[in-house]
């Protein structure tokens, strides 16, 4: 975790195709506030959020479990909470606050993301009393029924930091810090213009919120993308396979279900159906790096070299840092 002064250091020696702009990260940095609240036994609840409008603050529903009574902060500033809106299964909640009188962040879109975009987490982990800022990129982004995309980033975040902001480089919010699989260290947030429908809910004061968000539906009612977590790092391939082959038979033109049935295919050794399912994976997303990337890997341990290098030229235009990791797989051989 950094500041944010550490973050834009770090950035500013980063070789990515995405630029960042510092005036606007610094408003991103701005616009994060603590979520705070007394519990029935007495001890302090808190999370986080970000100011998205005119006296308003977005956060997860679930900050707001356990305290009947919550109140927005910021730095020595205290702010009292009118009304809520809310969504408990999307897991977003806007803050009426009182008085708030900050200028708010843009609202930026998850389906304008693509693989290996730098990002920026910008949250209160560990109850800290500044924002702590951790950089990051794209790993993937999930399709949802309702529109946008919930986005898998390597930007961690911790207890305290839920509601809080994942910003492009541009300074937009484009996802909400929400959840992460227990113990597998995979982060994800919902998608920013997500926002925009919370904002037809009906106001209430009623506090505190209970509704079960979508990622903490049952097992058997989860989306994809979050069954195949545990067997992923479980490296139960067999389970995996058996998951992805469901996925890409419901949602044939999704391109991150064809990468994880190559995926699955791959790790069997099953390298030709690997190598099908990838190129599907890019015919559905051209800039499915991970999928030509994973393809360049089997190329290279079949001995195909010009195959290979091939897609190493045309990751190098996608996403560098796979490049990177092709070429040096490549140079051993």
């Known amino acids: 975790m950094k500041t944010l002064s550490s973050l834009l250091l770090l950035l500013s020696f980063s070789t990515s195709a995405f630029a960042f702009n510092q005036a606007k990260l610094m408003d991103a940095w701005v616009s994060v506030v603590m979520i705070r609240g ?61 008085n708030l009188n900050r200028t708010p962040v843009p609202i930026g879109n998850s389906n304008d993301l693509i693989k290996g975009q730098e990002l920026a987490g910008i949250g209160h982990s560990n109850g800290a009393p500044v924002p702590l800022t951790t950089g990051g990129y794209v790993i993937s982004t999930y399709d ?43 982060y994800y947030s919902v998608p920013a213009e997500w926002i925009h429908d919370v904002r037809k809910q009906p106001a209430t004061n009623n506090f505190p919120i209970q509704g079960k968000a979508l990622w903490e539906e049952d097992e058997d009612k989860k989306p994809f993308f979050l069954k195949i977590a545990i067997p992923k ?45 990838y190129q599907t994976s890019i015919s559905k997303d051209s800039n499915n790096s991970d999928a030509l990337f994973r393809s360049g890997v089997i190329e290279n341990l079949q001995g195909h070299n010009e195959e290979a290098i091939l897609i190493h030229a045309a990751l190098e235009k996608m996403n560098p840092a796979r490049a990177d990791e092709l070429k040096e797989l490549i140079s051993m051989q």
């Open 233 to 277: 790092v479980k490296e139960n391939w067999q389970e995996l396979l058996g998951i992805t082959t469901s996925w890409v038979e419901q949602e044939a033109n999704n391109t991150e279900a064809w990468f994880e049935f190559g995926y699955a295919n791959e790790m069997l050794k099953n390298y030709q159906l690997a190598l099908d399912a």
């Open 38 to 98: 007394y519990t029935d036994n007495g001890s302090l609840a808190y999370g986080s959020g970000v100011i998205i409008g005119e006296n308003e603050v977005v956060t997860n529903c679930h900050v707001l479990r356990k305290t009947k009574k919550p109140w927005v902060s910021q730095g020595e500033y205290s702010f009292s909470i009118t009304s809520v809106k809310a969504d408990t299964w999307k897991d977003l909640c806007l803050l009426t606050v009182f």
């Open 144 to 186: 949802m029924r309702e529109g946008g995309r919930i986005i898998l980033s390597s930007a961690k975040f911790r207890l305290g930091a839920s509601g809080s902001g994942l910003f492009d480089m541009q300074g937009n919010l484009v996802g909400i810090n929400t959840f992460k699989t227990t113990g597998y260290g995979s």
